[in-house]
Structure formats: C-alpha cells, structure tokens
C-alpha cells in the first residue's frame, strides 16, 4: 500500500453561452478596452463566432445620463401602487388576497400611512407585473 489515494473525478466545468460585444468608442480607447476585458476571459476576434450572440456597446455622453428618479411615473410609492393595481383591474381586497399582505395595509400603504418596504414591495411587483422598484 503506498498511502497514495486517488484523486476524485472532478465535474467538468459547465459551458455558459458566449456572447459578442461590438462596441462603439473612441478608437484611441480600442487597447485599453480590449485590456479591461481580457481578465473577464473576452478576447478582440476579427468576426464573432457563430454560437455567440451578439450584443452592442455604445458610449453615451454625459448628458445623456440621467438619475434614475427623473424616470420614475410621477407621485408617490403609494399612488404608483394604487395605479398599478388599478391598471390590473384590482380591488384592493383581490390584491390582499392574492399576495398576502392584508386589505388595510394595502389601504396604509396607497395613502402614504404605511411604508411598503422591500419585501413587500417584490411581492407588490410581482402580482402588479411591474417593477418592484417602482414602489420604493
């Protein structure tokens, strides 16, 4: 016996779907682009591989940027909840009924008395179909 044990098989890593990133930049900014992704294993190839997707980068300038709130439907959390439900077609009660969350709380919460919170806010989002965030 040599004390030797051997080494378990071990699982081959899964293959994740590549994709292909065109990217529209300065050009004098192509090696330092090309150097930031590189240890995030992408690699500048002269056409894209067949089994990549691709997708497309593009820089905006700074005026083109704009905080996230200035996008957000106008009103409060509250208002945007009842009309998300609204928009449904559902009664508070339905609503109650289908998250969880109780009648009066969702009464609390559309008349700003009552904060909706994260948790309940994902739950809101998704029985409204609508992004959580906006209720936040």
């Given at each position: 016996?040599?004390?030797?044990?051997?080494?378990?098989?071990?699982?081959?890593?899964?293959?994740?779907?590549?994709v292909?990133l065109?990217?529209?930049?300065?050009a004098?900014?192509?090696?330092?682009?090309?150097?930031?992704?590189?240890?995030?294993?992408?690699?500048?190839?002269?056409?894209?591989?067949?089994?990549?997707?691709?997708?497309?980068?593009?820089?905006?300038?700074?005026?083109?940027?704009?905080?996230?709130?200035?996008?957000?439907?106008?009103?409060?959390?509250?208002?945007?909840?009842?009309?998300?439900r609204?928009?449904?077609?559902?009664?508070?009660?339905q609503?109650?009924?289908?998250?969880?969350?109780?009648?009066?709380?969702?009464?609390?919460?559309?008349?700003?008395?009552?904060?909706?919170?994260?948790?309940?806010?994902?739950?809101?989002?998704?029985?409204?179909?609508?992004?959580?965030?906006?209720?936040?």
């Amino acid at each position: 016996m040599s004390g030797h044990m051997p080494t378990p098989p071990t699982k081959a890593p899964r293959a994740l779907p590549r994709v292909a990133l065109h990217a529209v930049g300065p050009a004098d900014q192509l090696a330092a682009a090309c150097a930031a992704l590189e240890p995030l294993g992408f690699v500048l190839v002269p056409a894209p591989p067949a089994d990549a997707t691709p997708v497309t980068l593009a820089m905006l300038p700074d005026e083109a940027l704009v905080e996230a709130r200035a996008v957000l439907p106008p009103g409060t959390p509250g208002q945007r909840l009842a009309g998300a439900r609204s928009k449904e077609g559902l009664t508070q009660r339905q609503l109650a009924a289908q998250t969880g969350i109780p009648q009066r709380h969702l009464s609390e919460m559309e008349r700003g008395k009552r904060p909706i919170g994260k948790g309940r806010a994902r739950v809101l989002g998704k029985a409204l179909h609508i992004d959580y965030r906006l209720f936040l």
